[in-house]
């Protein structure tokens, strides 16, 4: 029995397999990417390899065993069809025979259309019969700890979110969930909510960067479709400008506040909070 990670040399599943590597042989853990010099580092150190790719079914023929346990995470091409790529995987899956497969889908309250692809492939993974577990994942800290520049250069947090609240919470910390899914026991046809212990608002997010800073860092609240054109002049597509325009307006909405307690209870300790994730980010 092997526990298998697609999308190993993500930000997300990199987190993963590391974490794996604390609670399991290596020798136990396949990490599936399209790329393996990006994995160089954990084949070193007895980790599997397995190149395979969601645009190209034939690359999964074989490379799951009757027993293993899966953790598919979303592919990030979204122009490319995601439930299709997604239901690659599933088809592969179900044909192997494998124990589980956890998906990292988006929180059951969110409409916006980001959520879209995730619904569709949580349909086709209820649809094949697989032993599944839907890791519901909320937003993350770094979605915006990792972009700093533009609101560090301008003093200014701009959003679309008015004064709604986000229960985000570390990549690390949402690793920790699969890991505890993928190593333990009881998880089969179990649908998690995932998010941070402590919503904040971006008013507070400005606060904490104003304290963290010394600098005076403000919230602007924009309307979606200002957003939309503030993303697009930023380089970013117009169609992606477009859904993140609308997460943010599903977060005035209150669709990214989750206050399940499944991600600390999995994680088997609090979420990082978010004047953690800009500490370190500031420290970069």
């Not at 969601?54 to 598919?72: H, I, M, Q, R, S």
């Not at 995470?73 to 979204?78: D, L, R």
């Not at 589980?100 to 916006?112: D, F, M």
Request: negative net charge.
């Amino acid at each position: 029995m092997s526990i298998v990670v697609t999308g190993a040399s993500g930000k997300l599943g990199r987190h993963v397999v590391e974490q794996l590597l604390e609670k399991v042989p290596a020798e136990q853990v396949t990490a599936v990417v399209r790329n393996p010099e990006k994995v160089a580092g954990l084949a070193e150190r007895g980790v599997r390899v397995a190149v395979a790719d969601y645009n190209a079914p034939e690359t999964f023929d074989g490379l799951f065993a009757a027993g293993d346990k899966v953790l598919l995470v979303s592919g990030n091409e979204f122009d490319k069809g995601r439930v299709r790529q997604h239901s690659v995987v599933i088809d592969a899956a179900k044909a192997a025979g494998v124990a589980l497969l956890a998906y990292t889908s988006a929180p059951g309250s969110l409409t916006a259309a980001l959520a879209d692809d995730h619904r569709g492939t949580e349909q086709a993974l209820l649809g094949s019969g697989v032993p599944y577990v839907l890791l519901r994942n909320g937003w993350y800290h770094e979605n915006y700890t990792e972009n700093l520049a533009p609101v560090l250069e301008h003093d200014a947090v701009v959003a679309a979110a008015g004064e709604g609240r986000v229960s985000s919470a570390s990549r690390a910390d949402y690793a920790a969930a699969a890991v505890a899914v993928l190593t333990g026991d009881g998880h089969e046809n179990a649908t998690y909510e995932l998010g941070g212990d402590e919503a904040w608002s971006f008013a507070e997010y400005a606060a904490e960067l104003s304290r963290q800073t010394g600098r005076e860092i403000a919230y602007h609240p924009v309307t979606p479709e200002a957003l939309t054109g503030i993303l697009a002049g930023a380089g970013v597509p117009e169609p992606m400008a477009a859904v993140l325009a609308g997460v943010d307006a599903a977060i005035a909405k209150g669709e990214l506040v989750v206050d399940s307690g499944d991600l600390s209870r999995l994680a088997g300790r609090p979420t990082t909070p978010l004047s953690e994730a800009v500490a370190a980010a500031l420290k970069d």
